[in-house]
Nanobody, 124 residues
């Protein structure tokens, strides 16, 4: 069982930045493809970004392309989501998800493990 923990959420003004971090309890994420999803109040959870377990491939939702960057730290312990130029519509609970040694997926069912989420609120 892989326990994922997100951190870095908070309240920021529109145009600001936040960096989210996803870590696995007791292990590194070096062998896992990791995705970020988000769910706004009253909406379905949606894909945001993902990075392959090899680190060579990344994929972004159109709504965040050019503003968000997903990456791994050098030790591959955590996966980061740098969020710049934030907009009020980015307000949501952000979840990281992981699956071992699989290609990037954009659907919930592509991932086996999920964190509890971290709240991101962007004020206008």
């Amino acid at each position: 069982q892989v326990q994922l923990v997100e951190s870095g959420g908070g309240l920021v003004q529109a145009g600001g930045s936040l960096r989210l971090s996803c870590a696995a309890s007791g292990r590194t994420l070096s062998s896992y493809t990791v995705g970020w999803f988000r769910q706004a109040p009253g909406k379905e959870r949606e894909f945001v970004a993902a990075i392959s377990w090899s680190g060579g491939n990344t994929f972004y939702a159109d709504s965040v392309k050019g503003r968000f960057t997903i990456s791994r730290d050098n030790a591959k312990i955590t996966v980061l989501l740098q969020m710049n130029s934030l907009k009020p519509e980015d307000t949501a609970v952000y979840y990281c998800a992981a699956i071992a040694r699989r290609p990037i997926g954009r659907m919930d069912y592509n991932y086996d493990y999920w964190g509890q989420g971290t709240q991101v609120t962007v004020s206008s």
